[in-house]
């Protein structure tokens, strides 16, 4: 043997006892690992022994089974994407002032006060729309307290209460 290989082979002999001595140290600070398959490794493995098994038996039935998966699979993707697409409605912030208690024990008893909701952006017209320039038709349905507000196309406001009354 040469000095060199005799040193390569002192050289692995130490490494190894190393190692051991390593492993031993470890073994005793931590205690030894064994490790056992848990039971559900084994019957998963059973089951998809068992699924080749049939599909190798009836081919035309599994190629059935598959292709309904893939077509409900897609069908629910494409449902997704529909719905995902949909408009979103459009959310507006509203504020509510409760009404004033209604005196009932006035002569004559006061009307209802009235309950106002103020919206923070503009929201369905409900008396009409115009043009810019040319008057809203509005026709009260019956005799009492309206409050009309008007928003133009740059967003600027302004309202009225309006009191209507019977001409009898």
Request: proline residues 8%.
């Amino acid at each position: 043997m040469t000095i060199v290989s005799s040193f390569v082979s002192r050289l692995i002999g130490w490494a190894r006892a190393a190692a051991k001595a390593i492993a031993r140290a470890f073994t005793n600070i931590v205690g030894e690992w064994t490790w056992k398959r848990p039971p559900w490794i084994e019957s998963a493995n059973r089951g998809s022994r068992e699924i080749l098994a049939r599909i190798r038996r009836e081919p035309r039935q599994s190629l059935v089974i598959a292709a309904s998966v893939i077509v409900v699979a897609g069908a629910a993707w494409l449902g997704w994407r529909w719905y995902d697409a949909l408009p979103r409605p459009v959310e507006i912030a509203f504020t509510v002032e409760a009404p004033q208690r209604t005196c009932y024990e006035c002569e004559p008893p006061g009307s209802p006060n009235p309950l106002i909701v103020r919206f923070g952006d503009s929201v369905a017209p409900l008396a009409g729309v115009s043009r810019p320039s040319r008057p809203i038709a509005w026709t009260p349905r019956s005799a009492r307290h309206y409050a009309l507000s008007v928003v133009d196309d740059h967003g600027r406001s302004d309202g009225r209460e309006l009191r209507v009354e019977t001409g009898g």
